[in-house]
């Protein structure tokens, strides 16, 4: 496969934290809960974040088996034919890149406790952004 030869260079901006001992396989399926530990030199940036609002969640991959151009078309579990990998949501993507709506139930500090994890503890937390559905006007 020839992708782009430029590499970019993503660095953890926080860790997923959950005691769940298994997640479901999309956010919007999800009711666990855990914990967004973002890193504390990074913590002024929550400013303004607040329980009940919904935030994007782009994480990694970090446990996906490698991509291959044989997972350009994979069959999901709970689909009856195999379906093109832009069209699912598989980890097992050209850049392992995922991205999960969370609910905040209480924000302490640099730490973010949500709710409709589908990431299992340890994923690395690559940006956050607020759900475009709550955008205040005129932002």
Known sequence: MNFIDDAILLKP?????????????????????????????????????????????????????????????????????PMGIFSICSPIRPNPIGLSVVEVLEVNGSDLRVRGLDMIDGTPILDLKPDFREREPGT
């Open 13 to 81: 901006i926080g860790w997923v934290r959950t005691k769940a001992a298994r997640v479901p396989r999309n956010w919007w399926l999800s009711d666990v809960e855990g914990t967004l530990e973002i890193d504390p030199a990074l913590g002024e940036g929550l400013h303004d974040i607040h329980p009940g609002q919904r935030l994007l969640v782009l994480f990694r991959f970090h446990q996906s088996p490698a991509f291959s151009p044989d997972k350009l078309v994979q069959k999901p579990p709970h689909r009856d034919r």
